[in-house]
């Protein structure tokens, strides 16, 4: 019975050690997310006014260009995932994997070839274990994104669009990432970066039913929009990888703290049963003399007569 008793110590013990941890990174991570509002929300008016400028070379002019431009034959499809570096996070990287795949699917189903761009290890070894080939991948920052690292995310998705599709360039740029709603939900979403639509980025921007004003381009509205281009991309990686580490920290927290809370709950059982041991420990310890007690009693009586 003792030995038991011991078990159930060592137990708790080991269980409330990981309470603590996981408290603690509870704490961490919601520390975090506010940070990571607050950066979500100053990156967003230069994205605005940015989207607003694209919209309005191209609803000013009539130049064909990659950026606001359709083919009329897409034949190859960029998909951009950004998933973790960490786990702990419940199913952040796994439902944002999950809408690439579908993504991924669909375009598939369009007659699409589909090359594919990973952002976080956990998006990576998901790949490499099934053998799936990725054209280009970035681990190290998606708890912490900085616009560096949106450009060095952008510089490859920028030259396949610029190129044609028999030279390994694509007609569409598609983005997949979670989206962070509130601190209880986070969804994960796919976009199509590029071609821009107009009617969509002029919502987005607020400019939808505006009269833009006429301008004059110099040197011209191709070379304006080349010029946009890369910081139009980079604009809204940045933006998707705020958002995906704000959502990161916010699944962190969500499942640290309910990993806490079954620590709590499995102490208190645990303690029950301890409880419980140590009442039989100790009531066969009082038979156990009760029974000695009686023994030498009734040896003593024969041993009178």
């Given at each position: 019975?003792?030995?038991?008793l011991?078990v159930?110590?060592?137990?708790?013990?080991?269980?409330?050690a990981?309470?603590?941890?996981t408290?603690?990174?509870?704490?961490?991570?919601?520390s975090r997310i506010v940070?990571?509002?607050?950066k979500?929300?100053?990156?967003a008016?230069y994205a605005?006014?940015?989207?607003r400028a694209?919209?309005?070379?191209?609803?000013g002019?009539?130049t064909?260009?990659?950026?606001?431009t359709?083919?009329?034959?897409p034949?190859?499809a960029?998909v951009?995932?950004?998933?973790?570096d960490r786990?702990?996070?419940?199913g952040y990287s796994?439902?944002?994997i999950?809408?690439?795949d579908r993504?991924?699917?669909r375009?598939?189903?369009?007659g699409?070839?589909?090359?594919s761009?990973?952002v976080g290890?956990k998006g990576v070894?998901?790949?490499?274990?099934?053998e799936?080939?990725?054209?280009?991948?970035w681990?190290g920052?998606?708890?912490?994104?900085?616009y560096?690292d949106?450009?060095?995310v952008?510089a490859?998705l920028?030259?396949?669009?610029?190129?044609?599709t028999?030279q390994?360039?694509?007609d569409?740029l598609?983005?997949?990432?979670?989206e962070?709603?509130?601190?209880?939900t986070?969804?994960p979403v796919?976009n199509?970066?590029l071609?821009?639509s107009l009617?969509?980025?002029?919502?987005e921007?607020?400019?939808?039913?505006?009269?833009?004003?006429?301008?004059?381009?110099?040197?011209?509205?191709?070379?304006v929009l080349?010029a946009?281009?890369?910081?139009y991309?980079?604009?809204r990686?940045?933006n998707?990888l705020?958002?995906a580490?704000?959502s990161e920290h916010a699944a962190?927290?969500r499942?640290m703290?309910?990993?806490?809370?079954?620590?709590g709950?499995?102490?208190?059982?645990?303690?029950?049963?301890?409880?419980?041991?140590r009442?039989?420990e100790?009531?066969q310890?009082?038979s156990e003399i009760?029974?000695?007690?009686s023994?030498?009693?009734?040896?003593?009586?024969g041993?009178?007569?």
């Amino acid at each position: 019975m003792g030995a038991q008793l011991r078990v159930y110590k060592r137990r708790i013990r080991s269980v409330t050690a990981t309470k603590k941890i996981t408290k603690a990174m509870e704490m961490i991570a919601a520390s975090r997310i506010v940070k990571a509002q607050r950066k979500v929300a100053a990156s967003a008016p230069y994205a605005t006014e940015l989207t607003r400028a694209v919209t309005a070379v191209a609803t000013g002019s009539n130049t064909n260009h990659p950026l606001t431009t359709e083919a009329e034959r897409p034949a190859r499809a960029a998909v951009l995932l950004i998933t973790s570096d960490r786990g702990l996070a419940g199913g952040y990287s796994s439902n944002a994997i999950k809408a690439a795949d579908r993504l991924t699917e669909r375009l598939r189903g369009e007659g699409k070839e589909v090359d594919s761009f990973i952002v976080g290890r956990k998006g990576v070894a998901y790949y490499g274990f099934r053998e799936r080939k990725v054209a280009d991948s970035w681990t190290g920052f998606t708890d912490s994104p900085e616009y560096a690292d949106a450009k060095k995310v952008a510089a490859p998705l920028i030259e396949a669009v610029q190129k044609d599709t028999s030279q390994g360039g694509v007609d569409e740029l598609h983005i997949v990432f979670t989206e962070f709603v509130s601190m209880m939900t986070q969804t994960p979403v796919e976009n199509r970066m590029l071609p821009l639509s107009l009617e969509k980025a002029a919502e987005e921007s607020g400019a939808k039913g505006e009269i833009l004003p006429l301008f004059d381009f110099e040197p011209s509205a191709e070379d304006v929009l080349d010029a946009l281009l890369p910081r139009y991309v980079e604009s809204r990686i940045y933006n998707a990888l705020l958002q995906a580490a704000a959502s990161e920290h916010a699944a962190r927290r969500r499942a640290m703290k309910s990993a806490t809370d079954n620590a709590g709950e499995l102490i208190n059982s645990l303690s029950r049963l301890a409880n419980a041991a140590r009442q039989a420990e100790i009531t066969q310890e009082i038979s156990e003399i009760v029974g000695g007690s009686s023994a030498l009693a009734d040896a003593t009586a024969g041993s009178d007569k």
